[in-house]
């Protein structure tokens, strides 16, 4: 395969949870761009619904479910229901998120759950659900979105410590499932991004602006082309290789 074969991702099939808006409507058209058909679900199906007719324009098949990531029968719907469609799962990217401020003394047990429930246990249906449908094909990816708040701590200002716990956990998840699945030709990789503007970061950014740019080397917050190489590289054949590995895209805020 020449190098554009190796990240050409004509007639694949592509499930992104949370896809409707933000980052996951970011991935879903950069890998829409490389010729995926991309099935998009989230609570909101209208929004879902929304974001496939303007990724048809670029002349792939789309597919929009409501769905809870926390709900294993609204799982079982959208991998049926592209099964149906296309008859195989190529990606799966795990994406559908939340966070919930308050400090640790604070927080309460039904929002630490939400957000370990939505991030982790979600990430961990969603790769079962569609994992069955890739260890038939003996062949898939399965890119789970970290967060680089799973790879180190936040000052007492940035008090979200279900979110940190459930991205560390996304990352052990990777890991461990990609030394599961190998055997079944799965690649499981995450990435874990930086300060991207949505809707969940849209108000942390804002109040401490001058505080991030200051430790983020590249001297920017990420923008809506950032996520599309790592989310397409993970998608396709060029990452055959890759296997439990975290992509950081985070304009080296880690470095
Ligand atoms: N933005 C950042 O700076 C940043 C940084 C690092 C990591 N991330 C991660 O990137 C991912 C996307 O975040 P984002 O910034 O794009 O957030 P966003 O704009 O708030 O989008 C979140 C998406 O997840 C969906 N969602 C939330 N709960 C869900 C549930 N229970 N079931 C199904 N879908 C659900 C939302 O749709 P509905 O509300 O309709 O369900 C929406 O489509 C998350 O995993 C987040 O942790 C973001």
Not at 43 to 66: D, P, Y
Not at 76 to 90: H, P, S, Y
Not at 178 to 192: D, E, L, R, S, T
Request: proline share 3%; net charge neutral; charged share 20%.
């Amino acid at each position: 395969m020449n190098a554009k074969q190796l990240f050409d991702l004509t007639g694949r099939v592509a499930i992104i949870t949370g896809g409707s808006i933000g980052l996951g409507r970011q991935m879903a058209e950069g890998l829409a761009e490389m010729g995926a058909n991309v099935v998009l679900c989230a609570r909101k199906k209208e929004r879902c619904i929304e974001a496939a007719e303007e990724l048809q324009r670029l002349g792939v098949k789309t597919l929009a479910f409501g769905c809870d990531v926390k709900n294993p029968a609204s799982i079982q719907e959208v991998i049926d229901g592209t099964l149906a469609e296309f008859g195989r799962i190529d990606v799966l990217i795990n994406n559908a998120g939340t966070s919930w401020g308050a400090p640790v003394e604070e927080m309460r047990l039904e929002h630490w759950n939400k957000v370990i429930e939505t991030n982790l246990t979600g990430t961990f249906l969603f790769s079962q659900a569609a994992g069955k449908a890739m260890v038939a094909q003996r062949k898939g990816k399965i890119i789970n979105i970290a967060s680089v708040a799973g790879i180190q701590g936040a000052p007492p200002q940035f008090q979200a410590i279900g979110y940190h716990a459930s991205k560390g956990g996304v990352i052990a998840f990777t890991k461990d499932l990609a030394c599961k699945w190998g055997v079944h030709n799965i690649q499981v990789n995450a990435i874990a991004p930086g300060w991207f503007p949505t809707n969940m970061s849209q108000v942390v950014i804002e109040r401490n602006k001058d505080y991030f740019l200051e430790r983020i080397p590249l001297g920017r917050f990420g923008g809506s082309d950032d996520l599309k190489g790592a989310a397409i590289f993970l998608s396709s054949a060029a990452s055959d290789y890759v296997t439990g590995t975290v992509v950081v895209v985070d304009g080296g805020q880690t470095a």
